[in-house]
């Protein structure tokens, strides 16, 4: 794990050096965008830069594969609403922001308080550890109905907090979301699927699938 961990650092400060060498514009490069970034009138450290550069070749090697896993179990176990998307493609990018609110990849993040509040009745003084639980919160029955069931076209869906929400909103959203509508329609195009044995369920951080045994037929 420490020497797999370190090659990621290594591969993260490569991506460092790269955008270092020129030819990267801040406004179209997050990672040059964050070399370039002012904090009190001076850059970010070198050691957090280089954190967050790790973070997201992380989030973005683990939670796709997760979700589209996800995603396949849930449409293997629901054909109808699988041959439905095959026939209404204009219907993918719905079903996605749906499967964001049912199986956010990720359980949760930890946080901490800024100030004094109060949550729910709980108070929380500044400093304080908190565990902030997506998978929990887009299954609020406070906010939505039938919040274990898939709803297409769900009329509050932007409430969902898959990608968190404001400062800590996932600076990958966008492509994470073009990413899962491709997968869905090239698939939904070419095949129809079905599972051929139990999945496997990630243990921590990640919440869902870890493996999943599909057998596909080519339409």
């Given at each position: ?127 304080d550890p908190i565990a902030l639980v997506y ?85």
């Amino acid at each position: 794990m420490k020497r797999l961990s370190g090659r990621l650092y290594e591969i993260a400060q490569d991506i460092i050096d790269e955008r270092l060498g020129g030819g990267y514009d801040p406004e179209d490069d997050l990672t040059m965008a964050l070399i370039e970034a002012r904090h009190d009138g001076g850059p970010l450290p070198a050691g957090m830069v280089l954190g967050c550069v790790r973070q997201l070749i992380v989030t973005g090697m683990v939670a796709p594969s997760v979700f589209i896993g996800n995603m396949f179990v849930h449409l293997s176990r629901d054909r109808a609403l699988q041959e439905h998307l095959r026939r209404r493609r204009e219907d993918v990018p719905a079903a996605v922001e749906e499967f964001l609110r049912l199986y956010n990849p990720y359980r949760g993040m930890a946080r901490t308080a800024r100030r004094d509040t109060v949550v729910g009745g709980q108070e929380i003084e500044a400093g304080d550890p908190i565990a902030l639980v997506y998978t929990a919160a887009n299954r609020d029955p406070r906010v939505f109905d039938d919040p274990d069931e898939f709803v297409l076209h769900r009329p509050n869906i932007t409430d969902h907090i898959g990608f968190g929400r404001g400062t800590h909103s996932c600076p990958g959203a966008p492509l994470a979301r073009m990413m899962f509508r491709i997968t869905l329609e090239e698939a939904l195009a070419r095949s129809e699927f079905d599972l051929t044995g139990d999945p496997g369920m990630a243990k921590w951080a990640e919440w869902g699938t870890n493996h999943v045994p599909l057998e596909f037929i080519t339409l």
